[in-house]
């Protein structure tokens, strides 16, 4: 299982890439110290040849994702967040990449 992720805007750092075995949990961070108060932050998978999806997204509070299964954790202070996967399978191998926007 390989995941490669990409800032999505400007306003976004994530690390190059990342990557674990299947059935390993895994999370992918997202730092956006510079988000406003009424920024959504929103996380998409792109698979090769494909669109970007949107797989969730809140305004502040985390959240529990359904597919892929896990769990989108915001920071108290909002300025980062994170993609939690739960047990990612081959399938999951994807590009995933956090952007704000309102």
């Known amino acids: ?32 110290p510079n988000k406003k108060i009424t920024e959504f932050i929103y996380w998409y998978r792109q698979f090769p040849g494909r669109g970007p999806t949107l797989i969730a997204s809140t305004l502040k509070e985390s959240r529990e994702v359904g597919n892929p299964p896990g769990q989108l954790w915001v920071a108290a202070d909002r300025r980062s967040s994170a993609l939690r996967l739960a047990r990612p399978r081959r399938e999951d191998s994807a590009v995933y990449f956090c952007a704000l926007g309102d």
């Open 1 to 32: 299982f390989s995941s490669a992720v990409a800032a999505g805007r400007a306003q976004v750092q994530q690390e190059p890439s990342t990557e674990t075995t299947e059935g390993t949990d895994i999370s992918i961070n997202c730092s956006h």
